[in-house]
Structures are given as structure tokens and as C-alpha cells.
């Protein structure tokens, strides 16, 4: 866990069908959190499927990692609402990023490796994780836990440490 493994930029796209949590709506945003660090979206007023595409970055130091994520409703006067969370495992995302370096995928576009939803996971639906011009790319629909309904769609780009040859 020395070593950084790559720069890790995590695009919340959207939010699907996301709960009520105030009379008629929410004020949706999200805690994104990978080991130590943490990052939030903007708050999206009154909407059940927000769009935020907002990049969060962070450095990946662990191969084991788990990506977690936690959906909020924003609220004035009293602590925000838990509209809920999921989590990703960034192992098969790390797999396929040595995989490349080893086939010596650089251009163009090339899916490497599928991932399909399981109890195991928070997947909602096939997932791709692509060499893209020669960057690790994973888009994924994570289904919400401990909630009625709702979905985050991410994109999930694993960028090579400087000093790394392809």
C-alpha cells in the first residue's frame, strides 16, 4: 500500500429514480469515498434523477480497494436525509489496467473485461471496463442499497502514476 497505483477520476454521471425524501422530491448530492479520502457532487434541487457529471480524483494506493458511495438528501434545517449507498470493487478495474501493459493495448478501443451484476456486488446491470487510447475506462450502474429504488451511473478512469511506461 506504498506505492500509488494510478490517479483514479470517478465522473458521477447521474442519478435514476432516486427516492422521495422531502414532501415531493429530493436535493440530491453524493459522498464518494476511496480509503482515506473523500469528495462531494453539487447539491441538485428537487429532482429524482439528478444529472451532475462532475469528475471527483483520487490517488489509488491499494489493489484491494473498494470504491464507496453514499447518496444524501439536502436539508435546511435538520441533518441530511440517507437516500442510500453502494459500493464498487476497483480489483477487476486494477487487473485490467496490468492486463493492458501486458498485451500492450495503447490505441483505439478495446473491451477487456465484462462485469455482471451479483449478490456480491452493487452492479445493476453489465458493466464494461475498456482500454480507450490507452487509458483504463469502467461504466457502471451502481444500484442502491438500504432504499426502495435508485441508481448512480459512473465512469471510472484509472490513469497510469507519472513515470509509467505503456
Request: net charge neutral; with cysteine; aromatic share 4%.
Amino acid at each position: 500500500m506504498g506505492e500509488p497505483l494510478g490517479l483514479l477520476q470517478v465522473t458521477v454521471i447521474r442519478g435514476k429514480k432516486l427516492v422521495i425524501r422531502d414532501f415531493k422530491s429530493s436535493d440530491p448530492y453524493v459522498i464518494v469515498k476511496l480509503g482515506n479520502e473523500s469528495a462531494k457532487t453539487k447539491v441538485i434541487n428537487n429532482c429524482l434523477n439528478p444529472v451532475w457529471d462532475e469528475e471527483l480524483s483520487f490517488t489509488l494506493k491499494d489493489p484491494a480497494a473498494v470504491l464507496a458511495l453514499e447518496v444524501f438528501d439536502k436539508d435546511r434545517f435538520k441533518s441530511d436525509d440517507k437516500m442510500g449507498h453502494a459500493t464498487l470493487s476497483l480489483q477487476p478495474l486494477i487487473s485490467v489496467a496490468r492486463l493492458r501493459h501486458v498485451v500492450r493495448v495503447s490505441s483505439g478501443e478495446t473491451t477487456l473485461r465484462k462485469v455482471l451484476p451479483d449478490s456480491d456486488n452493487c452492479v445493476s446491470r453489465e458493466s464494461t471496463i475498456s482500454c480507450i487510447d490507452g487509458e483504463v475506462v469502467q461504466s457502471v450502474w451502481l444500484k442502491l442499497c438500504a432504499v426502495e429504488s435508485g441508481e448512480i451511473e459512473l465512469k471510472i478512469k484509472l490513469i497510469d502514476p507519472p513515470g509509467t511506461k505503456v
